[in-house]
C-alpha cells in the first residue's frame, strides 16, 4: 500500500507541494500504466536523484555557471561540435576553452549552443526547452511527445501546450505527470522491472541503454534505486488492485490556482 508517509521518507527535504502532487497522482498514473511495484522504486529513485530529493526550489535546469571548468566539464562535447558547424562562433572563440569561457554567468546561450539545432529545438531556442520537471525534460521534440502523453492519462486532457508553455512542466502537477509519462515514451517497464538501475539511467540521461560512461551522477541514481528499496522493501507489496481513475478535472491541491 502506497502511503503519504513513506513518500515523505523517500523525500525528507521534498517540497511540500511536490509532495502533495505526487502521492495524488502517484497512484492513479501507476495503475494507469500498469505498474509493477519495481517501476515505482525505479521512477522516485531516478526522481530522487534528479532533483536533490525533491527539494529543488526550481524545477529545472540551471544554466547559469560561473566557471568555465564546469562547463567544459559538463558540456565540452557539445561545444566541440558547436566549433566545429558554426565558423563565425569559431573565430569568436577559437577553442572549447575558449568557448567556455565566454559563455560563464550566460545561460541562455549556453542553452541556445547545448540545445539548440537538434531534436527538433531552433537554433536560437535552445534556452525555452531546456531540462524541467523530475525526470528533466529537454528539446522541442520531447516536450511535444510528453503533452501527447500526458493528455492521454486520466486527468490530464487540460495539460497546457508544451511548446508554447514549457515552464508548465516546473509545476507540481504537470511536473509529476511528465515523469510518469517520460518512462512510458521510453519503455522503462522492462529495464525498471528486472531493477536495471544502470540502463534505466542511461536511457534517462543518455536516450540509449549501455552508455554508462557519458550518464551524469550514475551513483546518485544508483543511491536513489537504493534507498527506494529501503523505503519500500522489495518483499513488501506496494500496490494493490484497488487503484480509481481520477475523473478529467484538476487535483485538488495540486495545481495552481
Known amino acids: 500500500m502506497l502511503t503519504r508517509h513513506q513518500i515523505d521518507k523517500m523525500f525528507p527535504a521534498g517540497n511540500p507541494a511536490w509532495l502533495g502532487a505526487l502521492d495524488a497522482l502517484g497512484p492513479t498514473l501507476a495503475a494507469h500504466y500498469g ?6 522504486r525505479m521512477l522516485c529513485g531516478q526522481i530522487y536523484a534528479e532533483t536533490s530529493g525533491l527539494a529543488l526550489r526550481n ?3 540551471n544554466m547559469r555557471f560561473t566557471t568555465a571548468g564546469r562547463i567544459r566539464e559538463v558540456y565540452s562535447y557539445r561545444l566541440r561540435l558547436a566549433l566545429e558547424r558554426d565558423s563565425a562562433l569559431r573565430r569568436e572563440y577559437p577553442t572549447v576553452s575558449d568557448l567556455a569561457a565566454g559563455l560563464v554567468g550566460k545561460p541562455d546561450l549556453l ?5 539548440g539545432g537538434r531534436e527538433g529545438t531552433p537554433a536560437n531556442e535552445g534556452h525555452r526547452y531546456i531540462g524541467r520537471g523530475p525526470t528533466q525534460i529537454t528539446h522541442l521534440n520531447n516536450y511535444r511527445d510528453i503533452l501527447a502523453e500526458i493528455r492521454k492519462q486520466p486527468g490530464g486532457s487540460q495539460c497546457p501546450d508544451l511548446l508554447d508553455h514549457p515552464e508548465a512542466l516546473e509545476t507540481p502537477e504537470w511536473g509529476v505527470r511528465s515523469a510518469f509519462a517520460d518512462f512510458a515514451i521510453k519503455r522503462m517497464a522492462r529495464w525498471s522491472r528486472a531493477g536495471d538501475v544502470d540502463n534505466v539511467s542511461s536511457i534517462l540521461n543518455t536516450g540509449r541503454p549501455g552508455n554508462l560512461k557519458s550518464v551524469n551522477g550514475l551513483g546518485e541514481r544508483r543511491r536513489g534505486f537504493a534507498r527506494a528499496v529501503g523505503v519500500w522493501p ?11 481513475v481520477v475523473a478529467e478535472a484538476p487535483v485538488e491541491g495540486v495545481r495552481p490556482a
Open 35 to 40: 505498474y509493477e511495484d519495481q517501476e515505482w
Open 59 to 61: 524545477m529545472r535546469e
Open 111 to 115: 542553452a541556445d549552443i547545448v540545445y
Open 234 to 244: 522489495l518483499d513488501q507489496p506496494i500496490f494493490g488492485n484497488d487503484s480509481e
